[in-house]
C-alpha cells in the first residue's frame, strides 16, 4: 500500500479485554470494522492506547495481524514496533512488526537514549535492519522527549520515515517541523486534538 501520502484522522486503537482479563479479539475486529466503516484515514494498533506496555510480544503481534486482515488494504495500519530493553530486542520486535503486514513500524522515542545525536544514530541503525516504511512517535508515557526540528529534517530527507505522530503542543514548533519535513515522504500527523484545527490551518495533512 501506497503510503507517501497519508492523510486523514487516525485513531488510536484500543485493545478490549473479556470477563477472563484475556484480549477479545472478537470485540477488537467489529472495533475495527466500525473505524473503518466511518472513513478514517489509517489505523494506528499497538500504541499507548492500546496497553502496548502492558501487552506481551505474542498479543502485540497479534493486534497488528488483526489490524492489518480486517483493514484488509482499504486503510494502511500503522503500529509501534520498537519496544524492550535494547536495540535488539526493539529490532526483533520491528521485524515482527512488519512481518504482521503493518504498513508503517511506529518508532517511539527509546527510554535509552536523552539526546538527538545519539536518537540519530539509533533512528538510522533501526532504518538500516528493518525493513518497511518507517515512522516516529513521541509517546508521553513513560517520558515526554520531543525531537528537535534539525533531527527530524534529516530523517524526513531520508526518505525511509513517512509518519511522525508530534506532541508538542506548540504551534511554532510544529510550523517549523512541516518547514523541515517538505517535499518529503514524512506526513506530520498531529496528536493533540486541541491543536488540529490549528495545524490543519496550518499545513498538516
Not at 38 to 49: D, Q, T
Not at 66 to 72: E, H, I, Q, R, S
Not at 179 to 190: K, S
Amino acid at each position: 500500500m501506497d503510503v507517501t501520502h497519508l492523510a486523514g484522522a487516525w485513531p488510536v486503537l484500543i485493545t478490549p479485554y473479556d470477563g477472563n482479563l484475556q484480549v477479545d479479539y472478537s470485540a477488537y475486529r467489529d472495533l475495527l470494522e466500525w473505524y473503518i466503516t466511518k472513513g478514517v484515514g489509517g489505523l494506528y494498533a499497538n500504541c499507548l492506547s492500546s496497553e502496548m506496555y502492558l501487552l506481551d510480544d505474542d498479543e502485540r503481534v497479534q493486534i497488528v495481524a488483526d489490524a492489518v486482515k480486517t483493514a484488509g488494504g482499504r486503510v494502511p495500519v500503522a503500529a509501534t514496533g520498537n519496544l524492550g530493553a535494547s536495540l535488539a530486542e526493539h529490532i526483533a520486535l520491528c521485524r515482527k512488526v512488519a512481518d504482521a503486514g503493518a504498513d508503517i513500524v511506529m518508532l517511539v522515542v527509546p527510554e535509552f537514549h536523552d539526546n538527538d545525536a545519539d536518537l540519530e544514530r539509533y533512528y538510522f541503525t533501526v532504518a538500516e535492519q528493518v525493513d518497511a516504511p518507517l515512522g516516529l512517535y513521541e509517546c508521553p508515557v513513560p517520558r515526554q522527549y520531543h525531537l528537535g526540528v534539525e533531527l527530524v529534517r534529516k530523517l524526513a530527507a531520508s526518505g525511509r520515515f513517512v509518519a511522525f505522530k508530534e506532541t508538542s503542543c506548540e504551534l511554532p514548533k510544529i510550523c517549523a517541523l512541516l518547514d523541515a519535513t517538505r517535499g518529503t515522504p514524512l506526513a506530520l500527523l498531529q496528536a493533540n486534538t486541541p491543536y488540529l484545527l490549528e495545524a490543519m490551518r496550518a499545513g498538516t495533512p
